[in-house]
């Protein structure tokens, strides 16, 4: 299609999807959701639900977007779904949501990085005095959505593509070292057994969401980011393949942030349950045992990383709505870029205020039939990520199956993917899309939406 960007290979549009994939879900929030949840009970259900849900749903949403070349929000409406933009445009709320306190952790990490590399690892003890200092971190707020502005209003392939390709590979890198390092640390053996060794008493409902959250909000699923990554993707590349090679290389990184946490965690003591904090407490101090210039060296390398990270991850959530502007306003990239982001950020103010600083904001909610309130962020989180984002799931799997038909969905995929149709994989994708993705996702969205929100359990 005339003037629209395309990723310019194959690798480009791994690397982005990639990119998209790997960030501060895999480094920051998977750890500590694995701590929440229990441990290795936590992993083995995410791990099933990354490869029998949603992978067959990654693939979809890639074909979905190549298809029509447009992105979400308007793609439906291109393939001649007219009532189905909707979808599309609930991808983009959770988008913009989901963007407007990622990018307040962001800042965290980004003052991290700051903080390490002026040799202050005493920053792991202060993380509550750092987050209700709201002025410092409201300018690494700022400054990161600057960065994500400028990169976007390059477009596809000179911005989110290039940053990609080079940030990547070097972050693997960076992660396996730590995790050498960490298998040498006394009483590491502990956090491993915790991290691998399954206690099945923790079963519960709200592990099974928590973990279905996470892989969907890992994998950039249900919001429709690959829809519009898709639409920028070039006819007969292999999206059978390549999202597998996506999902591996997400899955390995939260795999591997996992393997390099816990035995921190408990080399230095630390409750595996801290939530939010998890990560920002631990790291420094790791740092530190490294004397200060490896501390500087590699913990200073670490947070700008992880900054990279989290910013390949911002660069296509803030695509969302600009996309949308672009393809159905018809505005110019420019302008829609820097709205989305100044919404964006005024959105974002509650999540920064309601780290410690701001008792409003701090106790914002108090669901029904329970006593402990919750932050603004966590809301958000409770919301927009461990509900609608399975529910956008279940809703493409029925969109795939029952609506635009399997056969087109079928030809897609096969389009690049010579040996597809017709193969055990074609058979299990479809099988996952139309039987797993609808039962599980619905049954778990309802069974959620009760227990969480209104305190009625039925399991
Ligand atoms: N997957 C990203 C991460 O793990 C977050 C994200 C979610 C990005 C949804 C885009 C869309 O950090």
Not at 91 to 103: E, Q
Not at 217 to 236: D, K, M, N, Q
Not at 237 to 265: C, H, K, Q, R, Y
Not at 351 to 361: C, E, P, R, T, V
Request: charged share 10%.
């Amino acid at each position: 299609m005339a003037n629209r960007g395309h990723f310019s290979s194959k690798f480009g549009f791994i690397a982005a999807a990639a990119g998209s994939a790997v960030g501060l879900g895999n480094i920051w929030k998977f750890p500590f959701e694995v701590g929440q949840g229990g441990g290795a009970l936590f992993l083995i259900i995410y791990l099933i639900f990354c490869f029998v849900l949603c992978y067959p749903i990654l693939i979809t949403e890639i074909s979905i977007g190549r298809k029509s070349e447009k992105s979400a929000a308007v793609a439906f409406d291109q393939l001649g779904y007219k009532k189905w933009t909707f979808l599309g445009k609930l991808g983009v709320l959770c988008g913009v949501m989901i963007l407007s306190f990622y990018n307040v952790v962001a800042g965290w990490v980004f003052g991290y990085f700051v903080e390490i590399v002026k040799g202050n690892f005493d920053i792991g003890n202060e993380f509550g005095a750092f987050t209700t200092n709201i002025w410092r971190t409201g300018i690494y707020s700022i400054a990161f959505l600057v960065f994500t502005t400028i990169i976007v209003s390059q477009g596809i392939t000179k911005g989110i593509e290039k940053a990609s390709k080079i940030l990547m590979p070097v972050l693997i890198g960076i992660i396996l070292l730590l995790v050498f390092y960490a298998f040498t640390l006394p009483n590491s053996g502990a956090g491993v057994e915790y991290y691998l060794v399954p206690d099945f008493s923790k079963l519960s409902l709200q592990v099974v969401y928590k973990a279905l959250g996470q892989s969907f909000f890992s994998l950039s699923l249900g919001l429709g980011a690959l829809i519009t990554y898709g639409s920028y993707l070039e006819r007969h590349e292999n999206i059978v393949f390549s999202g597998a090679l996506i999902t591996l290389a997400d899955v390995g990184i939260a795999f591997l942030a996992g393997l390099m946490i816990f035995p921190f965690v408990f080399y230095q003591g630390i409750d595996p349950e801290g939530g939010a904090a998890l990560i920002f407490q631990t790291m420094p101090g790791i740092f530190e045992s490294m004397g200060s210039f490896w501390g500087i060296f590699i913990g200073g390398l670490f947070f700008l990383l992880l900054s990279f990270a989290a910013l390949t991850s911002t660069i296509s959530l803030l695509e969302l709505p600009v996309a949308y502007f672009v393809d159905q306003k018809k505005w110019k990239r420019k302008r829609a870029v820097w709205v989305s982001g100044l919404i964006i950020f005024l959105l974002g103010v509650p999540s920064l205020l309601g780290n410690g600083y701001s008792a409003f904001f701090t106790e914002f909610i108090t669901y029904f039939g329970t006593d402990s309130p919750r932050d603004y962020m966590t809301f958000i989180g409770d919301v927009f990520i461990d509900t609608l984002l399975p529910l956008g799931g279940f809703l493409t799997a029925i969109f795939a199956i029952h609506v635009w038909k399997k056969g087109n969905l079928v030809s897609e995929l096969s389009d690049g993917a010579d040996n597809f149709a017709g193969s055990w994989l074609n058979t299990y994708i479809i099988f996952s899309l139309k039987y797993i993705a609808p039962v599980i996702l619905g049954a778990i969205f309802i069974f959620t939406v009760l227990e969480k929100f209104f305190s009625i359990s039925i399991l």
